[in-house]
């Protein structure tokens, strides 16, 4: 059984970060595509950052591009997203998100209907 758990979330003040992780477990992990996603009250579920099974395939939304890292360790099955200079905005419930089938494809995704597993979620909250 696939299962994949986020921590790190919490509250923090404009300005500061925060680490998730995301601990996946059932599944050849470097096989895998993650991506990170967000829901903010009252969206929809964005996209945050994307990394290929070995890692050298990055994607990151524009309203995170030089704030956010997303990097892996397929030796600990984990996922990170380094949060750095966050803002209010940045307020949401993140997810991590297992993508099976990049290889196949020949590209990493940002379509959230193309990642098959997905996490709990982690509320992080930014106060202005």
């Known amino acids: 059984q696939v299962q994949l758990v986020e921590s790190g979330g919490g509250l923090v003040q404009a300005g500061g970060s925060l680490r998730l992780s995301c601990v996946a477990s059932?599944?050849?992990?470097?096989?895998?595509?993650m991506g990170w996603f967000r829901r903010a009250p009252g969206k929809e579920r964005d996209i945050v950052a994307v990394?290929?099974?070995?890692?050298?395939?990055?994607y990151y939304a524009d309203s995170v591009k030089g704030r956010f890292t997303i990097s892996r360790d397929n030796a600990k099955n984990t996922v990170y997203l380094q949060m750095n200079s966050l803002k209010p905005e940045d307020t949401a419930v993140y997810y991590c998100?297992?993508?099976?089938?990049?290889?196949?494809?020949?590209?990493?995704?940002?379509?959230?209907?193309?990642?098959?597993?997905w996490g709990q979620g982690t509320q992080v909250t930014v106060s202005s």
């Open positions: 998100a297992e993508d099976l089938t990049w290889r196949f494809r020949g590209r990493i995704t940002t379509n959230a209907y193309e990642y098959v597993y």
């Open positions: 059932g599944r050849t992990f470097s096989s895998d595509a």
């Open positions: 990394i290929s099974g070995s890692g050298d395939n990055l």
